[in-house]
């Protein structure tokens, strides 16, 4: 079974637009490793904290907080992964496999669907790597799982080519969408719905 309100081992901070939902503050305050992205440093450090390491090309970086904390900046040259996946694959080779990122929705819509895409492929290489945002949780699946749920909240199933999709739990019947926004805006009826499939799939659940 699959519950929303997991406790990752470290924490990602993106640089989309910075978390206000009590949520993904929560997870940040709480961290015991927190990774922030280039430009996503800026504003956690003006807000008093410390990050345990900067990740990127640094470029995005303020040159005040470039010098003051280059010994935690890890500059990455590779152009074919954004710093989000960078910021992964560190704390891949330090050991952490269960990760929450936050800040990486908002501002250009087209690093929002990148980086939430990226989910599939954090969970083909064995992470289990969760966006959590200020409106809910994004994971990653893959076949058959039940998860935790409380009836009225909103779900959302985005195919990325599972076959046979049925649910338990569900208003609204599942198919084998075609499209992002067909399987959206569906609602649990229970503390717990299955999806039964094989393949893989994306689940939104509300945190309303």
Sequence with gaps: MINEHYTPEAVILANGEYPTHPLPLRMLEEAKFVTCCDGAANEYISRGHTPDVIIGD????????????????????????????????????????????VGATGKREDHTLGNISLLMEYMREGMEVRIVTDYGVFMPVNGTQTFESHPGQQ?????????????EGLVYPL??????????????????????????YLVFLTSM
């Design 58 to 101: 640094g470029d995005s970086l303020s040159p005040e907080y470039k010098e003051r904390f280059s010994p935690i900046i890890h500059q990455i040259a590779d152009q074919e992964t954004n710093d989000q996946t960078k910021a992964v694959h560190f704390l891949q080779e330090k050991g952490f496999r269960k990760i929450a990122i």
């Design 175 to 200: 198919s084998d969408f075609t499209n992002w926004w067909q399987g959206t805006l569906n609602e649990a009826t229970n503390n717990r719905f299955t999806i039964q499939c094989t393949g893989e």
């Design 155 to 167: 779900i959302s199933i985005i195919n990325f080519g599972a076959k046979e999709l049925k649910g």
